[in-house]
C-alpha cells in the first residue's frame, strides 16, 4: 500500500511539474512550453505569459503602423515598456534598425544637433556643451566647422558674410588662398590669379 501511495504521489508531483512548466499565452490563448524560444522575457522588467510569436507580431505592427518609440507591454494594466535589446533574437534584424532610428529621434528630440557639412562625413553631432557654439570639430572626420550655420570653418569670417560669399564663390568658380583665405581664380592650367591677397 505505501508503495502504491508513493507511486500516486511520484505521479502527481510529475504532472504538477509538467502543469507548471506550460503556460498559456495571454494574446493568443494557447498553451505554450516556457522553453527560451517561446516564451517572451522582457529583461525582467515584467514578466506575463506571452509567447514570443505574438509579441513579435505585436513589435512589427507597433512599428509600422504606429511608428512609436516606446513600445508598451501588450499585457492589460501592465504600463511597462518593452526592451529593444530583449526583442533582438524574436524579431528580423531590418525591423530591428528601423526601431533603433526611432528610437534615436525621440532621443535627440529637444537636443541641438547638426550633421556635420563635409559630404564624405555627415556625422550627428549633439551640441553637449550648451549655448552658441560656432568652432567645432568633427568627432568622426576630425575637420572643423561653424555649428552655428552649420558650414564649414570660416576663419574671418561672420556666418552671413561667409554664406554671401560661398554663393559667389560657386557661381564664378572661385576657391580661396590657403594663405590668406580670400578668393582666388584659376586661369591657366594650375596658376592662380589672386583677386586680392594681403600676403603677397
Known sequence: MDRMNNCEQNHKSDDDEEKASTFTCKICTEEKLPTSTKKFKNNKICVHSICTDCIAKYIKVNIEEHNP???RCPSLFCGQMLD???CTRI????LFDKWCDVLCDWTLQGL????????DCSALIVNACGGGVRRSKCPRCKRLFC???KQPWHPGYGCEDHQ???IIEKRNNWMRCPTCKHCVELTEGLIMTLLRCTRQ
Do not use: M, V
Not at 524579431?91 to 531590418?94: D, E, H, R, S, T
Not at 541641438?112 to 559630404?119: E, F, G, L, Q, V
Open 69 to 71: 518609440a516606446k513600445i
Open 84 to 86: 529593444p535589446l530583449s
Open 91 to 94: 524579431i528580423p534584424a531590418q
Open 112 to 119: 541641438d544637433t547638426c550633421y556635420c557639412p563635409y559630404r
Open 147 to 149: 555649428f552655428r550655420c
Open 164 to 166: 554671401s560669399d560661398s
